[in-house]
């Protein structure tokens, strides 16, 4: 049985005495001594919708997050993207993207994720489209959905990786954005929670020189020869063994550990 919990900071959907998903609250533009939230309807149109409110807008401490089940793990090797806990110069928080296999990491590559003045790291539902912030907790389907249309400028859709120029490997041609920021390779992100964030995915901090950053997607850092990306790269290509799944990992306690 589920039910809700309001405090000074946040509205919870909480199991027992813990949260399965969170609404942080937020001051009104309109009246600034007012705060607001977007009410999450999905929460209401589940079978054990929560029945009874409870109002703590006095508590001192928040409600700990439902621990995820170690047993949600895939059970081939898949990408976890974590906060390292340091700050880069330019700003941004310095991310890490492991090949695991289970709980063994195989390898890492560095990483960062939106804008320098928008590091604020949320789960699905309070994640904004537009914000340029980094993409939210959750787990991440990788590859375009399927079905999908064959588009001419995504014209692999049966592959992990695409390259700009079509050809694997390739890593002379950069996808067409208008600040470059893209480089050649592009792989799309789906997020399997409801959230209001699309158009991610995990491609080079190629304009990292004058543009650090992304809108939202997962950037893997620049160097000489794009040594890092093909690292990342390498990861996929065995098919029976290339991730399908990126766990994003920002320590909000919802995602297998």
């Known amino acids: 049985m ?15 005495n813990q949260y399965i998903d969170r609404q942080d609250l937020h001051l009104s533009r ?16 589940a079978v054990d919708a929560p029945r009874s409110l409870i109002i703590s807008l006095q508590a001192t401490a928040e409600p700990e997050p439902l621990p995820a089940k170690k ?29 695991m296999d289970g709980q063994n990491t195989l390898a890492s590559v560095p990483a960062v994720s939106g804008a320098p003045d928008r590091q604020a790291f949320r789960l699905p539902a309070n994640s904004r489209a537009g914000s340029r912030e980094p993409l939210p907790e959750g787990i ?33 041609v950069d996808w067409p954005d208008r600040n470059d920021g893209l480089g050649p390779v ?3 992100m789906t997020c399997k929670s409801n959230t209001g964030r699309d158009c991610i995915g995990i491609h080079c901090d190629n304009n990292s020189s004058f543009a650090p950053g992304t809108v939202g997607c997962v950037g893997i850092a620049k160097d000489s020869g794009y040594k890092t990306l093909r690292k990342f790269v ?7 063994r290339a991730p399908q799944v990126a766990i994003v990992d920002w320590g909000l306690g919802t995602v297998p550990k």
């Open 30 to 45: 309109a009246q600034p001594e007012q705060y607001k939230f977007d009410f999450p309807k999905e929460w209401m149109l």
């Open 2 to 16: 589920t039910w809700l919990k309001l405090t000074s900071k946040a509205l919870y959907l909480m199991q027992g």
């Open 186 to 188: 592009y792989v799309e």
């Open 140 to 172: 991440w389907d990788l590859g375009l959905p399927k079905p999908v249309p064959i588009h001419t400028s995504r014209p692999h859709v049966d592959k992990i990786v695409e390259f700009a120029s079509g050809s694997s490997n390739d890593f002379n």
């Open 71 to 99: 047993a949600d793990l895939p059970s081939r090797p898949y990408l976890r993207v974590t906060r390292t806990g340091k700050t880069l110069a330019n700003g941004l928080t310095q991310l890490e993207v492991s090949l």
């Open 234 to 240: 390498s990861w996929f290509a065995d098919p029976e």
